[in-house]
Antibody, heavy 121, light 107 residues
Framework: QVQLQQWGSGLLKPSETLSLTCGVY????????WSWIRQAPGKGLEWIGD???????YYSPSLKSRIIISLDTSKNQFSLNLSSVTAADTGVYYC???????????????WGQGTLVTVSP | DIQMTQSPSSLSASVGDRVTITCRAS??????LNWYQHKPGTAPKVLIY???TLQSGVSTRFSASGSGTEFTLTISSLQPEDFATYYC?????????FGQGTKLEIK
């Protein structure tokens, strides 16, 4: 049973870079896509981006200019960097594994525990 | 982007009630629709994937149906642990998008 555990910077000032890492336990990165998703206070869920086991990335168009998602296969973990943060980037950030039916629907399962990120001067 | 619209946005119900939440997509997403349950302070949990397939370990009180642009999630007999926010999510087109959520509260 794959479990995800995430960690990273929780309090940032505007213009700084958000950095989060998600460790994958009980399974391998190989053969799967891995995602980051966030939730602003009082808002719904927003997909940020994916990375596959080869390192190919897929980013939300609205965040693409500020995101880097990377992979460290030696440590079985993946990371999110979001640059030039503002108060609008405040929220809970989740990592997740993308489960899928081959060439068919995909869904997020399981999820990491979430990390609260606050951007404040 | 495909817009996902849930209704209602909030719902008050009692233990034992049967409730239905609707999710509408702005374009045909065939069966590429998932449902999640989210409780405060916890990670979202997938209940249903590919429109109607119950995730392993999820109570059979939960069921779902639909295809194309209209989908429903039904909880047959509400239990105390079911009070949460529910989200639909499409994985048919890039970028993946979620509905705005339906908050299910105790009456």
């Amino acid at each position: 049973q794959v479990q995800l555990q995430q960690w990273g910077s929780g309090l940032l000032k505007p213009s700084e870079t958000l950095s989060l890492t998600c460790g994958v336990y009980g399974g391998s990165l190989s053969g799967y896509y891995w995602s980051w998703i966030r939730q602003a206070p009082g808002k719904g869920l927003e997909w940020i981006g994916d990375i596959d086991h080869l390192g190919y990335t897929y980013y939300s168009p609205s965040l693409k200019s500020r995101i880097i998602i990377s992979l460290d296969t030696s440590k079985n973990q993946f990371s999110l960097n979001l640059s030039s943060v503002t108060a609008a980037d405040t929220g809970v950030y989740y990592c997740a594994k993308v489960s899928r039916i081959p060439a068919g629907p995909k869904w997020f399962d399981p999820w990491g525990q979430g990390t609260l990120v606050t951007v404040s001067p | 982007d495909i817009q996902m619209t849930q209704s209602p946005s909030s719902l008050s119900a009692s233990v034992g009630d049967r409730v239905t939440i609707t999710c509408r997509a702005s374009q045909n997403i065939i069966s590429y629709l998932n449902w999640y349950q989210h409780k405060p302070g916890t990670a979202p949990k997938v209940l249903i994937y590919a429109a109607y397939t119950l995730q392993s370990g999820v109570s059979t009180r939960f069921s779902a149906s639909g295809s194309g642009t209209e989908f429903t999630l039904t909880i047959s007999s509400l239990q105390p642990e079911d009070f949460a926010t529910y989200y639909c999510q499409q994985s048919h087109s890039f970028p993946q998008t979620f509905g705005q959520g339906t908050k299910l509260e105790i009456k």
